[in-house]
């Protein structure tokens, strides 16, 4: 019965991100600039706090009369709940990662800033855009070591292992920000552009506000 229960909310929850989907495909240039905030555990009032200070700063984000959206979206593998106090839906944690698929998929995500579990799922999809599209080679260099890359796994194996190879550096360590750590706690938390943004100038320029 419980087996059943998951597949019919599954199917529930695919459906919904069909909707969505369909919703945000209309006339190009037409969705609100988004930032999703992705991790197990999120402050959503520090994330509209954040989102109301970075507005402010950068008013451009209001396209064409749209105010941005900053979009929290819990997921994760939750582990050892007992001991963290962390509980999570299953159901939910799916619905989110479908939803920032969709989302990402029709071009109306433009900046990730995730934890690193997420951020690494991601970036093995070719979620995100490699750092030599969206900064300068100075900018590159004045780094030092806060860009990411992740492991590339071999799946086919009973367990994923590394190969040794890694993706390109896609995103920016920023958990030295006081406003992102208000919003994700003292988890690591990297910032990175979505490959398929229609706003790139925009989001290069939040990701320069966070470096």
Same mark, same amino acid.
């Given at each position: 019965?419980?087996?059943?229960?998951?597949?019919?909310?599954?199917?529930?929850? *695919?459906?919904?991100?069909?909707?969505? +989907?369909?919703?945000?495909? &209309?006339?190009?240039?037409?969705?609100?600039?988004?930032?999703?905030? $992705?991790?197990?555990?999120?402050?959503?009032?520090?994330?509209? @706090?954040?989102?109301?200070?970075?507005?402010?700063?950068?008013? %451009?984000?209001?396209? #064409?009369?749209?105010?941005?959206?900053?979009?929290?979206?819990?997921?994760?593998?939750?582990? #050892? %709940?007992?001991?963290? !106090?962390?509980? $999570?839906?299953?159901?939910?944690?799916?619905?989110?990662?479908?939803?920032?698929?969709?989302? !990402?998929?029709?071009?109306?995500?433009? $900046? *990730? *800033?995730? @934890?690193?579990?997420?951020?690494? /799922?991601?970036?093995?999809? !070719?979620?995100?855009?490699?750092?030599?599209?969206?900064?300068?080679?100075?900018?590159?260099?004045?780094?030092?070591? /806060? =860009?990411?890359?992740? %492991?590339?796994?071999?799946? =086919?194996?009973?367990?994923? /292992?590394?190969?040794?190879?890694?993706?390109?550096?896609? &995103?920016? +360590?920023?958990? &030295? #920000?006081?406003?992102?750590?208000?919003?994700? &706690?003292?988890?690591?938390?990297?910032?990175?552009?979505?490959?398929?943004?229609?706003?790139?100038?925009?989001?290069?320029?939040?990701?320069?506000?966070?470096?």
């Amino acid at each position: 019965m419980k087996k059943k229960s998951l597949i019919t909310a599954a199917i529930l929850i *695919i459906a919904g991100v069909i909707g969505l +989907l369909g919703c945000s495909s &209309g006339k190009s240039g037409s969705a609100a600039f988004q930032v999703a905030f $992705v991790s197990l555990s999120i402050n959503e009032k520090a994330v509209s @706090d954040y989102g109301t200070y970075l507005t402010g700063q950068i008013p %451009d984000l209001t396209i #064409n009369g749209k105010a941005p959206l900053f979009t929290p979206m819990i997921t994760g593998e939750a582990r #050892n %709940d007992f001991d963290s !106090g962390i509980t $999570v839906d299953p159901m939910m944690a799916m619905g989110s990662m479908m939803r920032m698929a969709a989302v !990402g998929a029709a071009g109306d995500l433009d $900046v *990730i *800033i995730a @934890d690193m579990e997420n951020a690494a /799922r991601q970036a093995r999809g !070719g979620m995100f855009l490699p750092l030599t599209s969206i900064l300068t080679s100075s900018e590159l260099s004045a780094l030092e070591n /806060r =860009s990411l890359s992740f %492991d590339i796994l071999d799946t =086919s194996g009973y367990e994923p /292992r590394p190969t040794g190879e890694k993706t390109p550096a896609c &995103g920016v +360590l920023i958990t &030295g #920000n006081e406003r992102i750590r208000n919003i994700f &706690g003292n988890q690591e938390i990297g910032v990175f552009i979505s490959a398929n943004t229609k706003n790139l100038e925009l989001a290069k320029m939040v990701v320069r506000s966070l470096l």
